[in-house]
């Protein structure tokens, strides 16, 4: 699985933003993003798995992921973004039966390149 991360840009803060992952080949089984600012570590944002989702704390229903059948993507709908949004957004996935440690980034085998968010006050 090849997983190609999109959508990235300057935004101004209480804007939205899209993030798109798509996906060469067949689509496993659970796509996540993951988000990294300077000098931090990941960051856990958002799981699809099955039609389940799963968020970070700090998306407070600011942030919604789907699957686009059509576009073979999985994205990332950012609303209202805040300063503290950017970063670098990754998308990683996986086909493994069970991702319990699901805000972990070694439970995920494929990974994207980073999107760049940067977010303006």
């Known amino acids: 699985v090849q997983l190609q991360a999109s959508g990235g840009g300057l935004v101004q803060a209480g804007a939205s933003r899209i993030l798109s992952c798509t996906a060469s080949?067949?689509?496993?089984?659970?796509t996540a993003w993951f988000r990294r600012a300077p000098g931090k570590d990941f960051e856990f944002v958002a799981r699809l798995r099955r039609g389940s989702t799963l968020y970070g704390p700090f998306v407070k229903d600011r942030f919604t992921i789907s699957r686009d059948n059509a576009k073979k993507s999985v994205d990332l709908q950012m609303n209202n973004v805040k300063p503290e949004d950017s970063a670098f957004y990754y998308c990683?996935?996986?086909?493994?039966?069970?991702?319990?440690?699901?805000?972990?980034?070694?439970?995920?085998?494929?990974w994207g390149q980073g999107t760049q968010v940067t977010v303006s006050s």
């Open positions: 990683a996935a996986t086909d493994r039966a069970s991702t319990g440690d699901y805000w972990d980034t070694r439970a995920y085998d494929y």
């Open positions: 080949g067949r689509t496993a089984y659970t």
